[in-house]
């Protein structure tokens, strides 16, 4: 199993970043996939996700209106297309697979993929 970032960097304020997570070694199309970061003395948040089913997507209220989650069930693909960035998004932005089981539930993670967004 594997989970894929990329995309991250250096940016300035206002500017945009689309990020990637390239996933393979189980069923895409049966997950959950969300986007997390964590900021440096912080602990990980859950910036967004988007179903497996209806494609319905959910957004931390910082950046609802300025990220969009989407993904590519053919690609085995997710993304997070981060618009007007701030100082303050800037963290490690981590990819995570989750599917509800009768035996419980799975978790993937990815290795992340740093953004700073600076002047």
């Known amino acids: 199993v594997q989970l894929v970032e990329s995309g991250g960097g250096l940016v300035q304020p206002g500017g945009s970043l689309r990020l990637s997570c390239a996933a393979s070694g189980f069923t895409f199309s049966d997950y959950i996939m969300s986007w997390y970061r964590q900021a440096p003395g912080k602990e990980r948040e859950l910036v967004a996700s988007i179903t497996n089913g209806s494609g319905s997507t959910n957004y931390a209220g910082s950046v609802k209106g300025r990220f969009t989650i989407s993904r590519d069930n053919y690609k085995n693909t997710v993304y997070l297309q981060m618009n007007s960035l701030k100082p303050e998004d800037t963290a490690v932005y981590y990819c995570?697979?989750?599917?509800?089981?009768?035996?419980?539930?799975?978790?993937?993670w990815g290795q992340g993929t740093p953004v700073t967004v600076s002047s």
């Open positions: 995570k697979a989750v599917r509800v089981t009768i035996r419980g539930i799975i978790n993937y």
